[in-house]
């Protein structure tokens, strides 16, 4: 007996010694690493048609779809949104009177006794066009109910729908996330952006799921409903090429229907069951959505952003904001900044600059020692596309983030994934946030595969015009780069880029370390298998942060 436990023992110790280091971002900066895109794969597919089986609606009447959740600030209340009712296209379109339907959500801790009840809002949105043959879209009715009083790290089981109907959904689930703690975290976050809805986002989307995150963080571009006109047709992977005349941006609404409803076959134990691929997922695990130049969506009247502020629930005005555009929230030891690149973000600026400012004076380090933020538009990337896009935002906010001690940045917008070295006003710094761009959900305009700093591919300074703000485009003043715009190689900050589609998982361990892993859609077919792994570590009393605890 003996003899068998000190040869197990020794197979534990070969294993231990033997197995592959995760490494830690307390070992770089690190040298900078490529991996190219594959030949063999393709750079992207085309969107699902709106005939094809997984996108028909599969309800009828009145009975809700598309449900999701969104978390308030804290664990306390959760969001519940739907939709009822079929949305109106054409000429001429008379919206619905949300008034008609009720909004009602049935909630209790045992399956079938819903003990409990909340009402909510409901609200319906057009987007048109005053331009003659152009295409009129008026929605369903949206509905937005806040449970509240809810107990943390709780099950509840609840329906939704309208009782007077005998209107309302089968039973749904969801699990309440701890109290803000610096011990306390959700399980998995998965990390998206820029997903669209194409076969790549469907494959996306599955191995997302596979890995069973507890929360979905949205870095926007939701639906590219805008790579189409009005009357639907086929999608364009370049806008402007396809529709060189179009008169305003156009788009094509019914694709917002589809992407919160789109159908996928699942075998479970060898049992065929149909379910909405994104209600499969958000109608039990909450998703934090934050606005993309996709979501802009321009309409008559000047009108903008009209599907993304009425279709989710964000906790705009619980977290202080005015505007469902930028926002915070927590979620066990993390508070979340969810910051729009796409509204005013100057310092001068009564909006988005001051509220952040308040924000971050609140958070108290000592109850969520974790500050994670998420825009858009990424500040540091060395892909030529987007490259500099969003100087400006950069010169006017980093240093106010930096300060705060921020610890990780997640944005899409370029279609390829990238981990920066911790860095600071393009310089490496021990105490800078970890920038990481997760663009690469799938979407229809294709994978980006160059790179600003391959021979003939560094913009010119007046490509990359961004869809609000100025433009900042600058040299650079001190490092190998010093007086040009490009790098002659992959720049020191950039640890880890890569051209695939993919998503990423974060998974916090305690108050200083997070597991941080990026997988590539590829790796579905792989067991155990990632494109980019690193723990992030954090460093509170070497990098002094100016905020509570």
């Known amino acids: ?82 939709i009822t009712g079929e949305a109106q296209i054409g000429l001429n379109v008379t919206p619905h009177d949300p008034e008609t339907v009720a909004s009602e959500v049935w909630y209790g801790k045992e399956s079938g006794k819903y003990t409990m009840k909340q009402n909510g809002v409901s609200v319906v949105y057009s987007q048109l066009y005053p331009f003659e043959g152009l295409w009129n879209y008026s929605s369903g009715i949206i509905h937005h109910v806040k449970i509240d009083g809810l107990e943390p790290e709780t099950k509840y089981y609840y329906k939704c729908g309208d ?3 005998a209107a309302m959904s089968d039973e749904l689930e969801f699990e309440t996330f701890p109290l803000p703690a610096p011990n306390k975290y959700p399980r998995r976050i998965a990390v ?36 189409y006109l009005t009357t639907g047709g ?92 930028y926002y915070s929230f927590n979620a066990g030891g993390i508070h979340f900044i969810m910051l729009g690149a796409y509204i005013d973000y100057n310092q001068t600026s009564e909006l988005i600059y001051s509220w952040l400012q308040h924000d971050l004076e609140k958070v108290d380090r000592g109850v969520t020692p974790w500050l994670v933020a998420a825009w858009h538009s990424p500040w540091y990337s060395s892909y030529s596309s987007h490259y500099q896009e969003f100087e400006c935002m950069r010169q006017e906010m980093e240093e106010i983030l930096y300060t705060y001690g921020v610890d990780i940045v997640f944005s899409g917008h370029v279609h390829a994934y990238e981990r920066m070295n911790r860095v600071y006003n393009y310089t490496l710094d021990p105490c800078g946030p970890v920038y990481i761009t997760v663009g690469d959900g799938g979407n ?69 370390h997070a597991l941080w892993t990026w997988h590539r859609n590829q790796d579905i077919y792989h067991e155990n298998s990632h494109g980019d792994q690193i723990y992030i570590v954090r460093q509170p009393q070497s990098c002094y942060v100016d905020s509570k605890g």
């Open 444 to 512: 229809i305009e294709k994978v980006d595969a160059d790179h600003a700093d391959d021979p003939g591919k560094c913009p010119s300074p007046g490509d990359n015009i961004p869809e609000f703000g100025g433009v900042c485009h600058v040299n650079f003043s001190s490092g190998p780069a010093k007086g040009k715009f490009c790098w002659d190689r992959q720049p020191e900050w950039s640890a880890y880029r890569e051209s695939s589609f993919g998503h990423g998982i974060l998974e916090m361990v305690n108050s200083t």
């Open 192 to 227: 998206v952006g820029d997903l669209g809805l194409t076969s790549n986002t469907t494959t996306t989307i599955d191995h997302l799921i596979m890995n069973d995150p507890s929360m979905i963080l949205m870095v926007g571009d939701l639906t590219y409903a805008n790579q």
């Open 163 to 165: 009782s007077s109907l």
């Open 234 to 325: 086929k999608g364009a992977s370049c806008y402007s090429c396809q529709f060189p005349d179009a008169p305003i941006r156009e788009t094509f609404q019914p694709r917002w229907d589809g992407w919160g409803g789109v159908v996928i076959k699942r075998n479970l134990l060898l049992n065929i069951i149909l379910h909405m691929f994104m209600e499969l997922l958000i109608s039990r695990v909450p998703m934090m959505v934050i606005e993309g130049n996709h979501e802009i969506e321009p309409q008559a009247g000047g009108l903008t952003f009209q599907s993304y502020l009425t279709r989710y629930s964000v906790p705009s005005k619980e977290s202080g904001s005015n505007s469902n555009l």
């Open 1 to 82: 007996m003996k003899k068998i436990c000190t040869t197990l023992w020794l197979q534990f110790f070969v294993v231990i010694i033997f197995a592959k280091r995760i490494p830690t971002t307390l070992d770089g900066p690190f040298e900078p690493v490529t991996h190219r895109f594959d030949p063999l794969l393709h750079k992207g597919s085309d969107d699902l048609p709106m005939d094809h089986p997984r996108l028909k609606r599969n309800v009828t009447s009145f009975f809700p779809e598309q449900i999701a959740l969104a978390l308030s600030t804290n664990s306390s209340s959760m969001w519940i949104s739907w």
